[in-house]
């Protein structure tokens, strides 16, 4: 069965970083796109970035663009983001997602902090 773990999450000071990992299993990892997403208390859920089955295409949330870096690792079946100049704003709770034929799946998600 199609297995999605999000770890990496964790309290950091503003303008910290931390890198986010999810770990996919029960599918052929490199034939998806994978997406990041992330709902702040009170918000609803919001997708911060995707990355194409081959890596050839990301893109991403306008208020994360040029911090936020999405990559999949093929070798381990791992779907990465790197968040860099972190703000208080970013505090969300972090999922990994994919779609597979009309199913879309999701980790249970991981906590982001951003908190002096």
């Known amino acids: 069965q199609v297995q999605l773990v999000e770890s990496g999450g964790g309290l950091v000071q503003p303008g910290g970083s931390l890198r986010l990992s999810c770990a996919a299993s029960?599918?052929?990892?490199?034939?998806?796109?994978m997406y990041w997403h992330r709902q702040a208390p009170g918000k609803e859920r919001e997708q911060v970035a995707f990355?194409?089955?081959?890596?050839?295409?990301?893109n991403y949330a306008s208020s994360v663009a040029g911090r936020f870096t999405i990559s999949k690792d093929l070798a381990k079946n791992t779907v990465n983001l790197q968040m860099n100049s972190l703000k208080p704003e970013d505090t969300a709770v972090y999922y990994c997602?994919?779609?597979?034929?009309?199913?879309?799946?999701w980790g249970k998600g991981t906590l982001v902090t951003v908190s002096s």
């Open positions: 997602k994919v779609i597979i034929g009309a199913i879309t799946y």
């Open positions: 990355i194409r089955s081959d890596s050839s295409v990301t």
């Open positions: 029960g599918f052929i990892f490199r034939n998806y796109g």
